[in-house]
């Protein structure tokens, strides 16, 4: 036992020879616990950039033609690919049907111009008996009161049937002009410049307004293809700055490795409510008819601020799961910082936050680096 009690004594007084810190009374140091982290500085940038954006080509003008009577397809002269002018003649509609129409119309017109030719006759000999009376009055005793007062009756009524027959021809004149222009739309003429991109009945297809219903193919389809239409949804972040007459590139599939350019042209100021971006439209001119109406493109979209924002290296930003941050460096501890991210260029994050330029953030941010953490900064 005693041999146990000296060996225990023994081991204790070469522990506190080997360890200054222990026979000092003070704990063993724990130097070298701050962990190092290398640091970036945050920039203070004006973005100016281009950013690609997926974007559709539509025609400038697209029309589906149709027949406004119905009748049976006598004539097309156009097929798809056919390149029409503007009020050229390309379809035409018998309607056999609307000649009777016409010269009954016509008959009514008659019929309704001899009415008034007899109402004005007997207008004129009513009234000049009238005034035959009427003089004759002027002598006591020729003419009586009565047969004067039935006179004056009898003209009044006369100028009541002149103008209701007035009125009768006029409304047959309206009814003739109305077959008249049923019969203008028999004749289908070209409404502007363009191609024939579909073309989907032939000579004696029964045609009317009915076929005008949804789902129901037109006669056919012409577009402008000379001028298009690059139709780019824009997302709400970068809508800042747009401006009619700035010049955006895009390329398509069908020419890779070329670009071309067209000014933006219409702006909707309208942002959807389910997709969160604002349809902006390039009017490009395709004179040589080289890109095809709904090829997709890609569109190098301008990106400008009218004031300078924050920077910081794109690894810089990280996340939880729960909040985005960057970790900043502030006497020796590490603090979180909640962010929200914009574009990136160039390897860097525009960043909105509280943060100020020359703040030291993490370089390569981690959410094992925990806020309040020791942590010792150098530059690479």
């Not at 973005?47 to 003008?61: D, G, K, V, W």
């Not at 902006?280 to 990106?303: C, K, M, S, Y």
Request: glycine share 8%.
């Amino acid at each position: 036992m005693r041999l146990l009690f000296a060996m225990f004594v023994f081991s204790f007084v070469l522990g506190g020879c080997g360890n200054p810190s222990a026979r000092n009374g003070h704990p063993a140091s724990t130097a070298g616990s701050a962990q190092q982290v290398v640091v970036a500085a945050v920039e203070s940038e004006q973005l100016n950039t281009t950013l690609s954006l997926p974007a559709q080509i539509t025609s400038y003008e697209m029309v589906d033609i149709y027949a406004k009577v119905t009748g049976f397809l006598e004539m097309i002269s156009v097929d798809r690919g056919s390149h029409v002018r503007a009020g050229e003649l390309i379809i035409r509609i018998s309607a056999p049907e609307l000649l009777a129409e016409r010269a009954q119309a016509e008959a009514g017109v008659e019929g309704a111009e001899a009415q008034l030719s007899s109402a004005k006759a007997k207008l004129a000999s009513n009234q000049g008996t009238y005034l035959h009376l009427a003089a004759a009055a002027q002598t006591p005793g020729v003419v009586a009161g009565n047969d004067l007062q039935v006179a004056e009756q009898t003209t009044a009524a006369d100028k009541a049937q002149v103008e209701a027959a007035s009125k009768n021809v006029q409304a047959a004149q309206d009814a003739l002009r109305s077959v008249a222009q049923l019969e203008a739309y028999l004749e289908i003429r070209a409404p502007f410049d363009g191609i024939v991109t579909q073309r989907n009945l032939h000579p004696g297809a029964l045609v009317g307004p009915a076929s005008g219903q949804a789902g129901a193919p037109p006669i056919v389809q012409i577009e402008n293809l000379t001028r298009l239409r690059v139709v780019v949804p824009v997302p709400e972040a970068y809508v800042a700055g747009v401006r009619e007459g700035q010049q955006a590139t895009f390329s398509v599939p069908a020419y890779p490795g070329r670009t071309f350019s067209a000014p933006i042209a219409r702006i909707s100021h309208d942002i959807n409510k389910e997709t969160r971006t604002m349809q902006v439209e390039l009017d490009f001119d395709n004179g040589d008819a080289q890109v095809t109406p709904g090829t997709f493109a890609n569109v190098e979209w301008p990106i400008q601020r009218a004031y300078p924002t924050l920077f910081v290296p794109a690894t810089a930003i990280t996340t939880d799961l729960q909040r985005t941050f960057v970790i900043r460096v502030r006497q020796g501890k590490a603090e979180w910082v909640d962010v929200k991210s914009g574009v990136t260029v160039n390897g860097k994050t525009e960043v909105f936050g509280n943060l100020r330029p020359g703040d030291l953030v993490v370089r390569n941010a981690t959410d094992s680096i925990r806020s309040g953490a020791s942590v010792e900064a150098r530059d690479k």
